[in-house]
């Protein structure tokens, strides 16, 4: 799928997952604000079979623009994008050394 949506005076295209905009700064806003929205909503449901036109339409809210062209297509590539955007990320701070604790008695 693709959709083609109009923020301002600028376009963008959402493609298997990823926004592409000929301005690096609207393009970055809206890759930063559709995996904050993963991250504390889920994202779009499991069984919305259009999911990357779901996610266009809430940017496109937070943003003031509007969709103005959606391409569906028989690929799962952002299915599975939007899938692994959905996986807990678990940060491990390397800086602080491992010890053994002592075992109470």
């Keep these: 799928m693709s ?3 109009r923020v301002g005076n600028r376009k963008a295209i959402l493609r298997a997952g990823l926004w592409l ?3 690096p700064l609207i393009e970055d806003r809206l890759n930063q604000a559709t995996s904050r929205w993963i991250a504390d909503t889920g ?4 069984n ?3 999911q990357e036109r779901t996610v266009a339409r809430e940017m496109m809210r937070r943003f003031g623009g509007r969709v103005t062209l959606y391409l569906p297509s028989a690929t799962s590539r952002s299915e599975q994008y939007f899938f692994s955007q959905r996986q807990l990320r678990l940060e491990f ?3 602080v050394p491992l010890t053994r604790r002592k075992a109470s008695v």
């Design 93 to 95: 701070n390397t800086t």
């Design 3 to 5: 959709v083609l949506v």
């Design 21 to 23: 905009c000929s301005d």
């Design 48 to 50: 919305d079979r259009h």
């Design 43 to 46: 994202g779009p449901p499991f």
